[in-house]
């Protein structure tokens, strides 16, 4: 029985709900296949944001500011997304159900658009000498929307869940398949940027050269491919019960709370309910005192069940653990604030800085780079940073200070700072850029402004760099503080830092088009970038950046402080 017992992955069933044969399930195989989607999801979500711009510009003819926020809108609907993918695989289809019925979602939004884009029905006609374009009609943006919000979907819940799936695969219990686990973290996250390296490279040069609704075809096929593939490893594969979502948890709490709200809390601490295991408790802390009143005990807080015994309605009282576990969630809410902001900046070189560089010089030898391709930049600069990190700041931190590397909060520092100075950076190459196109009097027609797409690199590297910081740093930050049976939600919640991010770049947009051009003027961001100050824009959110990093500082000081005063056990619910 112990022989049998040891064969088997305690937590995990397969295919058919029986125990999980450690020697037939999990491992390197199944993990490499749900990669294998995940380098699909990128390539299709990527390689259609970032050069998105250039088509609604120059085929459906849309403004530049309409033209970024449709993008950043985009966008930030396919991360809020991963809230809803997370809560519907926690609470009812599982991962695995997920990531399937997603892909095959995201499969027939890539497949709508490579349709929109390919029949001359489904766009506005060419414009001619002299004559004003033609915008796209309510049905023409329609179809466009249909597709871009489908792929959003599918986008949603397949990164809501094939991470974690993946991490299934692996039990934390045994060393070796722990160690595995790790490696299969870094080599998720390098699928991820070669995913990305594809599409803003070979996706993006096909889009431009050759054509969009083929590109958009590789993306619909290659994804076809993946569900197969995934599908194909149906038995190999370990599954987790679902186990219900956290956020009926946090309701509980908070509505137990809003209900005793008049009530005295106890002098001593043991009075609260509690009844959790010994070694799953979490301590009781001071921070957030009204919501200890979900744990004092009143008279009604019970109720019979079906076996006679009388239990807790857990809409009246929750345990300290329960309790304690909110205010952990809550305890993320500052730094998740002071982190949106980044991924405003981050929004403008996938959206202005493309539309940058398709008036600026951008031949080399005979090759003329495509102006979506210059985020390739992005990408170099994360595994640039990644790899200098790795291999010289990690030895040289661990020999100086003893600890590995820099904390998650200084990474997010890091990160902001980045990403004020790219605002920075890019504010002087659009000053340099507006006096040249004032100097030839704007981009000619089919031609390019005589001065080097090059001189965008600062802005797409510094921005990259900080990428590669925050992003690491948030995702340690949100999952290392909180509590194991919130995991899902942590990582949602810091994906909702990416959606709030681009939606508040296309807020921005909106009030500074309103607010500039109010006065009979284009204002700062003109439908032609070259009658504009684009400059400016990137200049306000510089002062943004700063103010915000000094907010954050402040934030990441109490977060400091909270830790050298509390001290919490691991949560093992």
């Avoid at 100075?421 to 704007?442: D, F, H, I, N, Q």
Wanted: charged share 15%.
């Amino acid at each position: 029985m112990d022989g049998k017992m040891s064969l088997t992955v305690a937590d995990a069933v397969d295919y058919k709900g029986f125990p999980a044969d450690r020697s037939k399930t999990g491992g390197w195989v199944p993990a490499a296949l749900i990669l294998g989607i995940e380098i699909c999801e990128r390539l299709s979500t990527m390689g259609i944001a970032v050069n998105l711009v250039t088509y609604l510009g120059g085929t459906m003819h849309l403004p530049s500011s309409s033209s970024a926020n449709v993008v950043t809108d985009f966008l930030g609907t396919s991360f809020l997304l991963c809230l809803l993918g997370g809560f519907l695989a926690d609470a009812f289809l599982g991962r695995f159900k997920t990531i399937v019925i997603f892909a095959s979602i995201q499969t027939l939004g890539t497949g709508t658009l490579a349709l929109s884009t390919k029949l001359p029905n489904l766009r506005p006609p060419p414009c001619h000498a002299n004559e004003e374009c033609k915008e796209a009609n309510g049905f023409q943006m329609g179809i466009l929307y249909l597709a871009l919000y489908l792929i959003a979907l599918g986008t949603g819940g397949l990164k809501s869940s094939v991470s974690g799936f993946g991490t299934d695969q692996f039990d934390e219990k045994n060393e070796e398949e722990k160690t595995q686990m790790a490696y299969f973290f870094n080599r998720f996250f390098f699928f991820i940027s070669l995913g990305t390296l594809t599409a803003v490279t070979v996706l993006v040069y096909i889009q431009d050269e050759v054509g969009r609704s083929l590109a958009y075809g590789i993306c619909t096929i290659s994804m076809f491919v993946a569900i197969l593939v995934i599908l194909s490893g149906t038995k190999r594969y370990r599954y987790k019960k679902s186990a219900g979502s956290p956020i009926v948890s946090i309701f509980q709490v908070l509505v137990a709370a809003v209900k005793k709200r008049n009530m005295a809390l106890p002098y001593d601490i043991g009075m609260f309910y509690e009844n959790a295991p010994e070694g799953a408790r979490i301590h009781h802390t001071n921070q957030f005192r009204c919501l200890d009143k979900a744990a004092v005990v009143a008279e009604d807080d019970f109720v019979k069940n079906g076996s006679g015994s009388a239990g807790p309605n857990p809409w009246k009282l929750c345990t300290v653990t329960r309790v304690e576990e909110v205010k952990m969630m809550a305890r993320l809410l500052p730094v998740w604030a002071t982190t949106i902001l980044f991924w405003t900046a981050y929004a403008q070189m996938i959206t202005f800085s493309v539309e940058q560089a398709s008036t600026m010089e951008r031949s080399v030898g005979g090759f003329v780079i495509p102006a979506g391709s210059l985020t390739v930049f992005f990408v170099l600069a994360i595994l640039l940073t990644c790899a200098i990190y790795d291999c010289v700041i990690i030895p040289f931190w661990k020999k100086w200070k003893g600890t590995p590397g820099f904390t998650d909060l200084q990474r997010m520092a890091l990160g902001l700072i980045l990403s004020t100075l790219g605002m920075a950076a890019a504010a002087l190459v659009e000053m340099k850029r507006l006096s040249v196109a004032k100097s030839v009097g704007g981009t000619p027609a089919g031609k390019s402004l005589p001065i080097s797409v090059f001189m965008l690199i600062p802005q797409f590297f510094l921005v990259g760099a900080g990428e590669a910081f925050i992003y690491t740093g948030q995702l340690d930050f949100f999952i290392t503080r909180s509590p194991k049976s919130m995991k899902t939600m942590s990582t949602g919640l810091f994906l909702t830092t990416l959606s709030l991010g681009f939606f508040m770049s296309s807020f921005l947009v909106s009030v500074v088009k309103k607010v500039t051009g109010s006065h009979g003027g284009e204002g700062w961001l003109a439908d032609d970038i070259d009658h504009g100050r684009l400059d400016c824009f990137y200049g306000l959110l510089a002062i943004l950046g700063v103010i915000n990093l000094v907010v954050y500082l402040v934030v990441a000081a109490w977060n400091k402080k909270d830790d050298k005063e509390t001290e919490m056990v691991d949560v093992h619910v």
